[in-house]
């Protein structure tokens, strides 16, 4: 697990855009965790090929076993373009 406080990330980087910096984002941390496992399943229309698959999903689920014994399982629906309705549940 890789654990990197935000506010900290951009402190003395002078090609940083600052004024976009959120300061409600200065007491937050960005927390990375390795996939050790899992799967994704998709829906898609009939007849869409393998290398199309991810431009017309209509739904995405999946399971993913992390680093430490977590556990997250999600689901995409609604899948618009760059939208959808995301569910989402972490357990160890």
């Known amino acids: 697990m890789i654990r990197r406080n935000l506010n900290a990330r951009f402190t003395g980087d002078p090609s940083s855009p600052r ?28 007849g869409i090929s393998d290398a199309e698959m991810f431009d017309h ?8 076993t992390l680093e430490g014994g977590f556990e997250a399982h999600f689901s995409v629906q609604d899948i618009q ?10 357990h160890d």
């Open 57 to 64: 999903m209509i739904h995405l689920q999946g399971h993913l």
């Open 19 to 46: 004024s976009s910096f959120d300061r409600h984002e200065a007491d937050r941390d960005e927390v990375e965790l390795i996939v050790t496992g899992g799967r994704l399943t998709l829906t898609v229309p009939h």
């Open 81 to 90: 373009g760059d939208h959808g309705n995301i569910q989402l549940d972490i």
